[in-house]
């Protein structure tokens, strides 16, 4: 605490936020499939604090969740990052699968940036792209 940015607007203790992901994608005119691969990136914005995530669950295009990929909290340190990977075999969630994660703090910190990154290729072309998560709950400072 103190070197951080938790007295800035938006600092908080916690939240649980979503992120869409998607592990298949159609293309051309027939509707040809292309699987991507999927990495979850969680990136501590605080200078002075580090924040624990306490769960990282993996859901179906239904909701339903799949997995857990956290069962214990793991700490990640001032604008440290951690990284979850579902390689594009990997077709347990559906099309259009997506992230529950969870984040706390011993005090009022910045955000982290929670993002997405999918990225596919077959016969010489490629695909890539990025989402970011939307927060469904905040603990307030």
């Known amino acids: ?22 592990s298949t994608v159609l293309s051309g005119e027939r509707g040809f499939q292309l699987h991507l691969a999927t990495t979850l990136v969680i990136r501590n914005l605080d200078r ?22 956290r069962e214990l909290p793991s700490q990640i340190p001032p604008l440290g990052s951690e990284q979850v ?14 992230f529950i994660v969870q984040w706390t703090s011993a005090g009022p910190v910045a955000p982290p940036l929670v993002q997405c990154v999918m990225i596919g290729a077959r016969a010489g072309q490629g695909l890539s792209f990025l989402t970011s998560a939307r927060v469904l709950e905040t603990v307030a400072p």
């Open 1 to 22: 605490p103190g070197a951080g940015r938790g007295g800035e607007p938006g600092a908080c203790r916690g939240q649980t936020v979503y992120v869409p992901a998607y």
């Open 85 to 98: 990977f579902v390689p594009e075999s990997d077709t347990s969630g559906g099309p259009a699968p997506g």
């Open 48 to 69: 002075g604090s580090a924040i624990r995530v306490t769960a990282v669950d993996y859901l179906d295009s239904g909701g339903k969740r799949v997995r857990r990929f």
